[in-house]
C-alpha cells in the first residue's frame, strides 16, 4: 500500500489542522494507520493510531484531548484533527500502516510496513 499524507502547514499556537493520510494500491482494510511526528534532532514519536476493523483509536498522551484521529472508509483515507495547536507540536507528521499489529505495539514505529512521505506542521508561539 502506498500512503500520501497531506495538510500541514504554519499556524499559530492555539490554533488547528487537519492532516490526510490517503491510501493508493489497495484499501486500508485490515491494517491500523499511526500517525507519528519527527522533531528536528530528535527521534520519531507516535502520535496517534487506528485500527480499520473496529475504528478502535490510541493517542499519545501528549496529544490526547487536543487530537482525533478518524477515518472515512470510502475514501481509504485517515484523518489527524489537531487543535490547540502548540509551538511543541512542530514536526514532520508521517503516516504509518500495517497488518496484524497488538494493542501495545501500535506505538512502536517498527511495527508499521509502510510510510507515507511526511508533512511538516510549524507552530509559531
Known amino acids: 500500500v502506498q500512503l500520501q499524507a497531506s495538510g500541514g502547514g504554519l499556524v499559530q499556537a492555539g490554533g488547528s489542522l487537519r492532516l490526510s493520510c490517503a491510501a493508493s494500491?489497495?484499501?486500508?482494510?485490515?491494517?491500523?494507520v499511526g500517525w507519528f511526528r519527527q522533531a528536528p534532532g530528535k527521534g520519531r514519536a507516535f502520535v496517534a493510531a487506528?485500527?480499520?476493523?473496529?475504528?478502535?483509536?490510541h493517542y499519545a498522551d501528549s496529544v490526547k484531548g487536543r487530537f482525533t484521529i478518524s477515518r472515512d472508509s470510502a475514501k481509504d483515507t485517515v484523518y489527524l484533527q489537531m487543535s490547540s495547536l502548540k509551538p511543541d507540536d512542530t514536526a514532520v507528521y508521517y503516516c504509518?500502516?500495517?497488518?496484524?499489529?497488538?494493542?501495545?505495539?501500535?506505538?512502536?514505529?517498527?511495527?508499521?510496513?509502510?510510510w507515507g512521505q511526511g508533512t511538516q506542521v510549524t507552530v509559531s508561539s
Open positions: 504509518a500502516a500495517g497488518r496484524g499489529i497488538i494493542l501495545s505495539s501500535l506505538g512502536n514505529n517498527k511495527a508499521y510496513d509502510y
Open positions: 494500491g489497495r484499501t486500508f482494510s485490515g491494517y491500523a
Open positions: 487506528i485500527r480499520w476493523s473496529g475504528g478502535s483509536r
